[in-house]
């Protein structure tokens, strides 16, 4: 009798422990909201101007390993949003200082459904930009996917849209930046979740954070940094917006002027006819968000619905034979080569993704059935040619890096890398040795040898060139790509592959290369070196 009294009470307690969540949750909101100017003045907001300035750094092309970020680009923007249409328009000046100076003037135009790009806005130009006349072209998925995502992080309307989806609101443990302790909350709206930190004092967003995967540094946290809040037709507007990748600031965005529901222009949101059907949608599946937000940080970003080739011109990479038991990987964005020995294989470089490493590895294990690789050689540590390096490791290939970038390899090899969807079931605790070249490594089966010389070059420190001595064949990346039209004159990244030769006492024949359709004679670039 006495458990049946009892038994009232107890699920009174359980249902307070379960309603005390989600009542804390709701009123993180609500004060935000309130803070903001109050749910009546967001509701209010139909559409928006702003304009601003935005400077970014890209992290994983230092010229050092771990060292420096490279400045990557200065812009100005004028962004027009209708929350009615659920649409935004973004005009672009962007002024690039690497891996070239020059200046992209273009637009954004995101809908809910599709996404599209007028003028030029990268050196990685798709099929459809290069005929489109002008040029333009509509969105891959994971653009489109990755590019609603921050736009929807940075909207003055998502407190709002947050305090009227209660159900998609859940409990998240307070977060400690800097020695400050924010509340916080997480949102899932689907396909991706918010974790939104509250000021302590007033309330307001502080960081809103995202999950991210990095091919380099494996799991890492995405911020975005609220501050310098001011009032715009009675809202609250934060002047200063900073993206923090793992603790560093990568972008810093300054606004510089907002003009609430202003008239917009018929049409603002219409993409030239050529390119508007076919669009298209947001991808669903699992969004490489890190790529394609920091491929465009460099004006690089090749806009396609696989990272590492264009959809629309090809249907795959694919492995080449370009001399008796050397493969080289085309097709795609970034390449790589492969040296067949006579019981392993040797991999220069692995390029973009876990899912391009996956690939490749599958392709040679059809191929070479029982021969495994043995050596990764990075020829340097950017994260473009580095990023599939897991998967290597992971078949116990022993990497081979320039002097000085040892311990940056090792430090990534340690890092969490849970959010991966191609490393399921992999495991790096085995990690094997990392050989260093000093001056040059050769690796031998006794019948062939393949050598990796360290160059001195004014791109990345400890660059590996490297070279197969019976085929008279050299692999080099970023400073030549093979195949592409020569300079009329050698720049400083061509006399570093000239000096490395002749160093080395070597006269290639041909050079493939990690870009470029290659490979090419060696002969013209010595010539025009003077050599």
Not at 151 to 160: F, T
Not at 350 to 370: E, M, N
Not at 423 to 444: Q, R
């Amino acid at each position: 009798m006495k458990r049946l009294l009892w038994l009232p009470l107890v699920m009174l307690i359980v249902a307070a422990c379960v309603d005390f969540p989600q009542q804390r949750n709701q009123d993180l909101v609500n004060r935000a909201v309130d803070a903001m100017g109050g749910a009546d003045a967001l509701a209010q907001l139909r559409t928006v101007v702003v304009k601003g300035t935005w400077k970014q750094w890209e992290p994983e092309q230092s010229a050092v390993p771990d060292g420096e970020m490279r400045f990557a680009n200065e812009a100005t923007f004028e962004s027009t949003g209708d929350f009615t249409a659920r649409s935004v328009r973004v005009d672009w000046v962007k002024n690039f200082a690497y891996p070239t100076a020059r200046t992209f003037k273009y637009t954004e135009i995101v809908t809910p459904e599709a996404g599209w790009v007028i003028g030029i806005d990268s050196n990685g130009r798709n099929k459809q930009n290069l005929e489109s006349k002008p040029p333009a072209h509509s969105m891959s998925g994971l653009r489109l996917a990755a590019t609603q995502r921050e736009m929807r992080r940075v909207s003055p309307l998502l407190l709002l849209e947050m305090r009227n989806n209660p159900d998609k609101l859940f409990t998240q443990l307070s977060v400690v930046v800097d020695g400050v302790s924010y509340p916080a909350v997480k949102y899932d709206p689907g396909n991706y979740g918010y974790i939104v930190m509250f000021d302590p004092q007033s309330g307001l967003p502080a960081r809103i954070r995202t999950l991210d995967y990095d091919y380099v540094w494996g799991d890492v946290d995405y911020d975005l940094v609220l501050s310098d809040w001011q009032t715009v037709a009675g809202i609250k507007v934060a002047m200063s917006q900073k993206y923090v990748l793992n603790g560093s600031v990568v972008t810093d965005i300054r606004i510089t002027d907002v003009t609430a529901n202003p008239a917009v222009p018929a049409g603002r949101f219409e993409p030239p006819a050529a390119v508007k059907a076919g669009a298209a949608k947001p991808a669903t599946s699992y969004v490489h968000h890190q790529w394609v937000l920091r491929r465009q940080f460099i004006g690089t970003y090749l806009d396609s619905d696989s990272t590492s080739f264009d959809v629309r011109a090809t249907s795959s990479l694919r492995l080449v034979e370009i001399a008796p038991g050397v493969l080289h990987e085309v097709g795609g964005s970034h390449n790589a080569m492969v040296v067949e020995m006579q019981d392993f294989l040797v991999v220069f470089d692995a390029p973009v993704s876990d899912w391009q490493s996956k690939w490749t590895l599958s392709q040679l294990q059809g191929k070479y059935p029982g021969k495994p690789v043995k050596y990764l050689v990075l020829t340097h540590h950017h994260m473009d040619h580095v990023g599939g390096l897991r998967a290597y490791v992971a078949q116990g290939a022993t990497l081979v890096v320039g002097k000085g970038n040892g311990a940056h390899f090792r430090k990534v090899l340690m890092s969490s890398y849970t959010r991966s969807p191609d490393l399921s079931g992999l495991n790096l605790m085995l990690l094997g040795p990392i050989v260093e070249v000093d001056d040059k490594y050769v690796i031998s089966d006794g019948r062939r040898e393949v050598v990796a010389f360290l160059a001195d070059n004014p791109h990345a420190s400890g660059m590996l060139i490297g070279y197969v001595p019976d085929a008279q064949l050299g692999y080099v990346t970023d400073i030549w790509s093979p195949g592409v039209p020569l300079p009329d004159k050698v720049n400083p990244g061509l006399a570093a592959v000239v000096n490395t030769m002749k160093k080395a006492g070597v006269q290639p024949a041909r050079f493939a290369g990690g870009h470029g359709p290659g490979p090419a004679d060696y002969a013209p670039l010595a010539k025009l070196a003077g050599n």
